[in-house]
Each structure stands twice: as structure tokens, then as C-alpha cells.
């Protein structure tokens, strides 16, 4: 429920971090703007020069990857040779231990039709019969010694396949622990490109303040939102004061208030594609889709991106002073245009579930600044930050505004 440029304050921090926007709180003037496009332009050259140097560490992780599989697979095969001829040596070792036992049985000499007895009992003399029964003795010692040996071999091979098997399980670890790393540069590069649009949208924005201001005659190092009010009041354009909230729909529920680092309300209703009016008479400061096009941000969180958040930012005057009120996950639009004067019954869109979100609903924020052309960065625009509850009751659910 939260969307990309609009979203908690536990991914505002890590986002607010990589990208180092300034910390200040206060208006800006046109000095501090034309600034901050330079310091934003030199952050995006950065981060793009921290991609590369991920990208190449992740090749190389790979690769390192690719060389352990290798060795594992080697080591499976060892392992598997190893265990077949520990089989076929078991099998040898039976056999022979039979035939050890078997010297009255049919144990072929040379022909293969003499038993031993037959050999040893088949002599002409004593001298021939003692002959034969030391014949018959070394080849019982000869099994013997082929068994001791089939033994020893059994036990080297089953003592190399213990250590092929640990060789094994390092290996593992150590492809695991490469994924980890790998894992870990690849969310940081999501995390840098992620970053990079809204770092774009910003130079974009400071540089549109610049030339809007200017338009304005605001001066170099005069406070803009003063500026501004000082040109509004003199044309006779200025808004009027609004001194009550209304809730943006009709009829609904709250799903989420301002708690546990969440920057607005989410609201939803039965109608999942309920019109969506100001909150008070003002003007379209606004209308933009966020950079939430990739799910690294929502996914990380339980949530998955399906598009861009379409947003409508109105601008009141409240007792003298602007505050900003945003709608996010807007279905669609409504006639709406920048500039455009709404009331409070204007319809500026339709209830949605555009950008990182779960399900249809309305993400409501507002602000005594904003970052695109309202006299802010977006830094200060998320440390100022007002409680939608603070201006507008909301009950558990409500029938009418």
C-alpha cells in the first residue's frame, strides 16, 4: 500500500541514505534549487559508476560460482566412482571369503573340474599329497590376501569419500555464501536504479522551480512559498482560505492510518472504483505517475509493483498558508489539468491499485510543501509531513464525506 516516491519511512531511510538528499526543512530559494540540480546531476553520475563496479564484482562472483559447481560436480562423480568400487570390492571380498570356505567345495585348480579334496586326496603317494595340500593352503592364503587387500582398499576409498564429502559441503557453503554476496550487490544495484528515477524526476522538478519562479520575478535568494504568495495576492489569483477538510470519498473504510512509518492514509471502499474528490476547494498542483516500475522496493516488503502509480497533487490555501494533498493509485484520472481550479466535489480520479500495491484503494498524503514545483526537496517534503487525521475525521467507516 505504499508506492515508490510515496512510502514508508523504514525504505525512506535506506532510500533517503543512497541517494543523500539535503536534511533541510525550510523553503528554498531559486539559489538552493539551481543548486540542487548540480548536486543531483553529480549523484546520478555516482551511481551509475556504482553499477558498473557491482556489475563487474557480480560477474566474477559468478564465475567463482560456476568453478565450485564444477568442483562439485567433480567431487559427486569421485564420490559415486569411489562408492562403486567399494561395492564392487564388498562383492570380491564375499566371493573370496565362499571360496575360503568352500576348499572341500568346487573351487576349479586349472581345468575346472577338480575340487580341492578331489586334487588333494586324488595324489599317487604321501609326497604328492602333501604337494597338493600345500597347493591347496596357498591358494587359501592367496584369498586371504586378496580379501586384507579388497579391506584396505574399501577403507581408503571409504576415508577419501569422507573427505570428498566435507570437500563437498565447504564447497556448498561457499557457493552459499557467494549467492548471499551476489543477492546482496544485485539489491543494492536494484536499489540504486530505483533510486535513479526519482533523482531524475528531481532535477527535472528543481530545474521546472527554477524557471517557474523565475517566471514568477521571485529573487535569487528570496524565500519561493513567500514569493509566491506575495505574486498570487498581488494578481488577485491567490486561492482562498479553507478552513474545514472533507474525506475523499463518499462512502469507504480506513485500511491503514499514519503508523509504523506508513507517510498517509489508505482508504478503500466497496466500490473499488469509487470517484475521488479534493479534500478541499484548491488548485491541481500536480499529476504525474511515480518510477515504481520494477518490484525490487514492494517485493522486499511483501508487496508487488504492476505499474506506474498514477498521482493527483491539489494545493490549498489553508489560513494563509499552501498545504499539498496527494492521491495515489489512482485507476484513472479525472478531467483534470495543472492549474485547474477544484472544488471540493470536483472529481480528480478513480480509486485504484496503480504502482506498488495489494489491492484498490486510495493512498492519501498531504504536506505544508511538495517536491515537484512546491517549494521543497523531496527530503523535506517526507520530514514535513502532515497527519491526514489531524484535519479530517475519520471514523472506522463512513457513509457520506
Not at 540540480?37 to 562472483?61: D, F, P
Not at 569411489?82 to 562383492?91: F, T
Not at 498521482?311 to 489560513?319: E, G, L, P, R, S
Amino acid at each position: 500500500m505504499k508506492n515508490r516516491l510515496l512510502i514508508g519511512a523504514s525504505i525512506i531511510v535506506t532510500l533517503v541514505a543512497s541517494v543523500a538528499l539535503p536534511a533541510d526543512t525550510s523553503a528554498k530559494t531559486i539559489q538552493e534549487f539551481e543548486a540542487e540540480v548540480s548536486r543531483y546531476t553529480q549523484e546520478l553520475e555516482t551511481k551509475k559508476a556504482n553499477l558498473a563496479k557491482n556489475e563487474a564484482e557480480v560477474q566474477e562472483i559468478i564465475k567463482k560460482i560456476n568453478e565450485i559447481e564444477g568442483q562439485i560436480e567433480a567431487a559427486e562423480t569421485e564420490i559415486e566412482t569411489l562408492q562403486k568400487e567399494i561395492e564392487e570390492s564388498e562383492a570380491e571380498i564375499k566371493r573370496k571369503s565362499e571360496e575360503s570356505k568352500s576348499i572341500i567345495s568346487y573351487y576349479q585348480v586349472s581345468n575346472g573340474e577338480n575340487s580341492y579334496l578331489e586334487y588333494a586326496f586324488g595324489a599317487t603317494d604321501i609326497t604328492d599329497m602333501v604337494y597338493r595340500l600345500s597347493i591347496v593352503e596357498q591358494l587359501t592364503e592367496y584369498n586371504d590376501n586378496i580379501m586384507t587387500e579388497l579391506e584396505q582398499l574399501i577403507k581408503k576409498n571409504q576415508e577419501k569419500q569422507k573427505e570428498l564429502a566435507q570437500k563437498e559441503e565447504e564447497l556448498k557453503g561457499l557457493k552459499s555464501e557467494l549467492k548471499t554476496e551476489q543477492a546482496r550487490i544485485e539489491a543494492d544495484s536494484a536499489s540504486i536504479r530505483e533510486s535513479m528515477p526519482s533523482i531524475q524526476d528531481q532535477i527535472s522538478s528543481a530545474k521546472e522551480s527554477v524557471r517557474y519562479y523565475k517566471s514568477l520575478g521571485c529573487g535569487a535568494s528570496e524565500d519561493i512559498q513567500k514569493c509566491e504568495y506575495r505574486v498570487s495576492q498581488a494578481s488577485g489569483s491567490s486561492l482562498p482560505s479553507v478552513g474545514f477538510f472533507s474525506r475523499p470519498i463518499d462512502y469507504g473504510y480506513v485500511v491503514r492510518g499514519m503508523w509504523g512509518g506508513h507517510m498517509g492514509y489508505d482508504l478503500s471502499s466497496g466500490n473499488k472504483n469509487i470517484a475521488i474528490h479534493p479534500i478541499a476547494a484548491g488548485v491541481v498542483h500536480a499529476i504525474y505517475t511515480d518510477a515504481c516500475t520494477t518490484s525490487y522496493w514492494c517485493s522486499s516488503m511483501g508487496y508487488w509493483c504492476n505499474g506506474n502509480a498514477k498521482i493527483v497533487v491539489v494545493k490549498h490555501n489553508y489560513n494563509g498558508s499552501y498545504i499539498y494533498s496527494s492521491y495515489v493509485h489512482l485507476s484513472s484520472y479525472g478531467n483534470v489539468w495543472v492549474g485547474q481550479y477544484v472544488s471540493k466535489d470536483s472529481v480528480i480520479g478513480y480509486m485504484g491499485t496503480t504502482g506498488c500495491s495489494t489491492g484498490e484503494h486510495l493512498h492519501l498524503e498531504i504536506a505544508n510543501c511538495h517536491w515537484k514545483n512546491g517549494g521543497c526537496s523531496y527530503n523535506a517534503y517526507t520530514n514535513r509531513l502532515i497527519n491526514p487525521g489531524n484535519l479530517i475525521n475519520f471514523p472506522g467507516s463512513w457513509s457520506n464525506r
